[in-house]
């Protein structure tokens, strides 16, 4: 396993696209920084992160036969790869906000995004991104709900032994993956899943608020929310918040 280490980078995902885009990249090369001066988030947000604090790092892998309408999968074998890692770490609360949020309690601890290269039906190959607070002290109070390994378990941590032990999450997942063996994936990632069967305030794109509560993810990947009537309807990501 090739692994890239960076002072400073816009974004470690940036900077391995263009990698993939330019030259041959082995399998699970990985590109960790410091800092990141242009860090992403889902849905076009930004990522910000305290320079040598937290674990900023995106991994290259390709894939032998994975369907696109078979990609949450490939998610939930990301989430499934950081909760275990800190589950190590006897972090309370643990869970997977859907899609891939790591939460401790209501905390959220880390982030991934996960950037695929597709031809005609299949991905290829992708760029995971992985940014997890491990060290960091202090948050914008624009993220009230963000927090950090250290400000939860009051000391710090080894980044490299964390990254280490995702990276070999990571491995296993993905030949789990190239296995087909989704069931199995389902049912880890649907145990650990925030909020699964509680009743929950959700609120829509029309920041209309509604009760209901998660009973799993649709085969496109979309949020599963059965209502208060009993009806069952799915959102995506831009359409529903909680
Ligand atoms: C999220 O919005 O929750 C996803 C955050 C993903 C952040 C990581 S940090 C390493 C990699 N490089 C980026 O620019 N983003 C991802």
Not at 39 to 67: H, I, P, Y
Not at 123 to 128: A, G, H, L, P, T
């Amino acid at each position: 396993m090739k692994i890239i280490k960076l002072n400073a980078i816009d974004s470690t995902n940036t900077f391995l696209k263009n990698m993939v885009s330019k030259v041959v990249v082995d399998d699970f090369t990985v590109v960790v920084a410091k800092t990141q001066t242009k860090g992403r988030g889902q849905m076009n947000s930004e990522w910000v992160v305290e320079e040598g604090k937290n674990l900023t790092f995106s991994v290259f892998s390709r894939f032998s036969d994975l369907d696109v309408e078979n990609h949450k999968y490939l998610s939930f074998c990301i989430s499934l790869s950081v909760y275990e890692a800190l589950k190590e770490l006897d972090l309370p609360s643990l869970s997977i906000k859907w899609p891939n949020d790591i939460l401790s309690g209501n905390k959220k601890l880390g982030g991934i995004l996960i950037e695929n290269t597709l031809k005609g039906s299949k991905i290829v190959s992708s760029v995971v991104g992985i940014g997890i607070n491990v060290n960091q002290d202090s948050f914008s109070k624009n993220l009230p709900n963000a927090s950090s390994v250290k400000k939860i378990l009051g000391k710090e941590f080894n980044l490299e032994t964390l990254l280490e032990s995702i990276l070999m999450r990571l491995k296993n997942y993905h030949t789990i993956l190239e296995r087909k063996e989704y069931s199995l994936l389902e049912e880890a990632y649907l145990k650990r899943l925030y909020k699964k069967n509680v009743p929950t305030m959700f609120k829509n794109s029309q920041n209309i608020l509604f009760m209901g509560k998660i009973i799993g993810v649709s085969k496109s990947g979309n949020l599963q929310i059965e209502l208060e009537n009993e009806t069952i309807q799915e959102f995506g990501l831009k359409e529903v918040s909680f």
